[in-house]
């Protein structure tokens, strides 16, 4: 089960404004979510998690949903308040969390109030983070870049029509748009953050608001990154705010995505712990120790002649979508997926077995039987995968491994003492094109 932290609620001009507080340090970030991503569910999609749990490694985290959207009170759609009502909730959240000041992250059309609080009240603004955001999204005579008045109506029209449908990953996340689950998932979120009128309406008020004449009253350390190939909001609004915006620095990032939980998301999340620590972390090798998993379908080719081409298509999909979404769930990297199996990468032996359990017990609902192998080594990181002899013992331990079975090499058990792992010793083998023979041990059953 996804974490999620307690949702609270503070009054802020007449309105319950949900917020949530993760971890203690002695610095604050307050995230900023649109209106389709509420509070309360972007910690259920696995890389949003991610990015949030880093952010939690460098302050405490902040997250709310301002009045009209997520779990906080609704508006009336033809009556929708001011920004001056939307900065107010921020500054409530933060009185509410015991925060004097605070780093602010605002993303496209959230990154609004932001600007806003950042420019009225510098005392409590640490520093102001403006993801893929703008200023006035419409086009002007200093904004030639941003979209025709004359097609604003329809923009918005079709906004309120395919939200909460799922098309809006399409255009906002096309990175993760072949992935059911995150369909799924994403299209729940905006149903939730808002209804599509209200949605539609809200985006209205964002996209017709022009912000440019507070730009040079912001005076706090500003970090504004953008993703060079954004359709939605075009880089040119970032170029915009750096030049504008005095103490800023702008950083464009490859990609086409507007969601920051979409794409290339480590490199965005080192710049952000960089600008609030003044800590780089140290450039990744192209050889690391990881946790290898590798899984198989059992009798795969069997299964398949049993239930012919369509229905195994089917079985199949199902089986892939289950792996990958234990993979993401588990704080994994899936490396590849061909064959009948999957191949990835974690940072932890504990995480990749309990994984492992998770993908062969999930399975049996679909009929399936996995085997699965563990080994922890040094991995060489390439271009289209991995590689190493460490990868060759991850497969052989692997193919070793009976129906329903997770089998881990010796390397293995040492790294999760104490962490309620039991092992079950499978022999000394010797695995082909490996120069020594390795023990094997058997995860319990529980694990």
Request: charged share 25%.
């Amino acid at each position: 089960m996804a974490f999620s932290p307690e949702t609270q609620y503070v009054f802020s001009g007449g309105h319950q404004i949900a917020y949530q507080v993760v971890g203690q340090a002695a610095r604050d970030i307050l995230v900023v979510p649109r209106t389709t991503t509420p509070v309360d569910l972007l910690w259920d999609d696995p890389i949003a998690a991610r990015g949030l749990r880093r952010l939690t490694a460098s302050a405490r985290l902040i997250l709310c949903d301002l009045r009209g959207w997520g779990a906080s009170d609704s508006v009336d759609s033809k009556r929708l308040p001011a920004m001056q009502a939307w900065m107010d909730d921020i500054g409530a959240v933060l009185d509410a969390a015991s925060s004097e000041r605070a780093t602010i992250v605002g993303f496209s059309e959230s990154a609004l109030p932001p600007m806003l609080f950042a420019a009225t009240l510098p005392n409590r603004t640490s520093g102001l983070i403006l993801i893929n955001a703008f200023a006035r999204f419409l086009r002007g005579a200093d904004t030639p870049f941003g979209m025709p008045e004359e097609t604003a109506d329809q923009y918005v029209e079709r906004y309120g029509r395919i939200a909460g449908r799922g098309d809006l990953v399409d255009y906002l996340a096309p990175s993760r748009a072949g992935d059911p689950a995150f369909r799924r998932w994403a299209a729940r979120s905006q149903r939730l953050g808002a209804g599509p009128g209200t949605a539609a309406a809200i985006y209205d008020v964002f996209m017709r608001t022009d912000v440019t004449h507070v730009l040079p009253a912001i005076r706090v350390p500003t970090l504004i990154m953008h993703r060079e190939g954004d359709p939605h909001v075009r880089a040119a609004h970032s170029r915009f705010l750096a030049d504008r915006i005095v103490d800023s620095r702008l950083i464009t990032l490859a990609g086409e995505d507007n969601e920051w939980f979409s794409g290339e998301t480590e490199t965005l999340f080192d710049e952000i712990e960089e600008f609030v620590t003044g800590i780089r972390r140290a450039p990744r090798s192209e050889r690391v120790l990881a946790t290898i998993l590798f899984t198989d379908i059992v009798s795969s080719t069997e299964r398949a002649a049993m239930l012919e081409d369509a229905a195994w298509r089917v079985v199949r999909e199902a089986h892939d979508e289950l792996v990958r979404s234990h993979i993401e769930s588990f704080g994994g990297r899936l490396i590849d997926m061909a064959g009948d199996g999957a191949l990835a990468i974690f940072d932890g032996p504990a995480r990749a077995i309990s994984c492992a359990c998770g993908i062969r017990d999930a399975a049996h609902s679909l009929g399936l039987s996995i085997r699965a192998g563990v080994h922890t080594g040094e991995i060489e990181l390439l271009a289209t995968g991995i590689g190493g002899l460490a990868v060759h013992i991850g497969a052989r331990v692997a193919a070793l491994a009976d129906p329903d079975e997770v089998l881990v090499s010796a390397a293995v058990p040492p790294l999760v003492a104490g962490s309620g792992i039991q092992f079950t010793p499978r022999g000394t083998h010797a695995l082909k094109g490996v120069p020594d023979p390795w023990e094997l041990y058997g995860v319990k059953e529980g694990a």
